[in-house]
T-cell receptor, first 114, second 117 residues
């Protein structure tokens, strides 16, 4: 089955700096990679996603890159703000066979200091 | 419109009791997923449905866990003879469907915090 590794587990940056979170996956058949943000006590919410036929996707201050050969994908947040502080989860989706579900990483706790 | 809802939001039970957790997906969403999320961890897949059919239950920890979605809408996750190790946040999510292109966004519910004493 699929396995997703996420690093780092915690990340502290100064407001205005960039933050990068990296994930690797094991199954080359995985074809969809969403990122979820979970604020304290809240439910996970999708912030950006990328499909396997695309190498990079941007949405304002957030971008995701995908390297299919190396089987890793990364979340980039530029000009970080205190409200970016949360736990971020990457996930990989493997369609077909006995799986049709998301496998999540263990999360990265991002702290943005004013 | 209304998002995914779950009930109860909190459940405290004694070891050995059965519990039933309910998920009400977004109207029109054909896929429904159950996850368990331990504190400080990512959601862990349990099972999922397309309409009323359970497609994959490989994530259910053991045979004390079961789920159903008899009419393709509301789903119930049942845990029989609860044990302390079952204590966790149980979340469901729904998506419009897998679609022909592969995948649709999963929308998560608020979760049910289960505590087994």
């Amino acid at each position: 089955g699929e396995n997703v590794e996420q690093h780092p587990s915690t990340l502290s940056v100064q407001e205005g700096d960039s933050a990068v979170i990296k994930c690797t996956y094991s199954d080359s058949a995985s074809n969809y990679f969403p990122w979820y943000k979970q604020e304290l006590g809240k439910r996970p919410q999708l912030i950006i996603d990328i499909r396997s036929n695309v190498g990079e996707k941007k949405d304002q201050r957030i971008a995701v890159t995908l390297n299919k050969t190396a089987k890793h994908f990364s979340l980039h947040i530029t000009e970080t703000q205190p409200e970016d502080s949360a736990v971020y989860f990457c996930a990989a989706f493997l369609k077909g066979g006995s799986q049709g579900n998301l496998i999540f990483g263990k999360g990265t706790k991002l702290s943005v200091k004013p | 419109g209304a998002g995914v809802s779950q009930s109860p939001r909190y459940k405290v039970t004694k070891r050995g009791q059965d519990v039933a957790l309910r998920c009400d997906p977004i109207s029109g969403h054909v896929s429904l997923y159950w996850y368990r999320q331990a504190l400080g961890q990512g959601p862990e897949f349990l099972t999922y449905f397309n309409y009323e059919a359970q497609q994959d239950k490989s994530g259910l920890p053991n045979d004390r866990f079961s789920a159903e979605r008899p009419e393709g809408s509301i789903s119930t996750l049942t845990i029989q003879r609860t044990e302390q190790r079952d204590s966790a946040m149980y979340r469901c999510a729904s998506s419009f469907g897998l679609g022909t292109s592969g995948y649709n966004e999963q929308f998560f519910g608020p979760g049910t915090r289960l505590t087994v004493l």
